[in-house]
């Protein structure tokens, strides 16, 4: 099974921005719909974003569309959500996952279900 890991959280004031990164150390992210999502204390866990295993295709919750973007990095072997503008509403556990169907399609973003290979989380804070 896919074993993943997120980096990059952490504390950022109101405004600030944080780039999460999502990583496997055993293998490659090359052939796997990849996704975020977040999950704030006392709240479901909601998706935030995916990618296509090419990066050519994407989907934003509209919480955070025009504010996060998700990208590839093949060469390092990582998937990125870069976070701009953050609001204290994005406080949560962001954690990685792997699409269950291929390349994403027919995949929910709004279904857990739709996803394995859980990462253990990344804390983001944001607050003044």
């Known amino acids: 099974q896919l074993q993943l890991v997120e980096s990059g959280g952490g504390l950022v004031q109101p405004g600030g921005s944080l780039r999460l990164s999502c990583t496997s150390y055993q293998r490659t992210l090359d052939y796997h719909c990849i996704g975020w999502f977040r999950q704030a204390p006392g709240k479901e866990r909601e998706g935030v974003s995916y990618?296509?295993?090419?990066?050519?295709?994407?989907e934003y919750a509209d919480s955070v569309k025009g504010r996060f973007t998700i990208s590839r990095d093949k060469a390092k072997n990582i998937v990125d959500l870069q976070m701009n503008n953050l609001k204290p509403e994005d406080t949560a556990v962001y954690y990685c996952a792997a699409g269950r169907y291929h390349d994403c399609l027919g995949t929910d973003l709004r279904k857990t279900a739709d996803f394995d290979s859980w990462g253990q989380g990344t804390q983001v804070t944001v607050s003044s």
């Open positions: 990618i296509s295993k090419r990066g050519d295709s994407t």
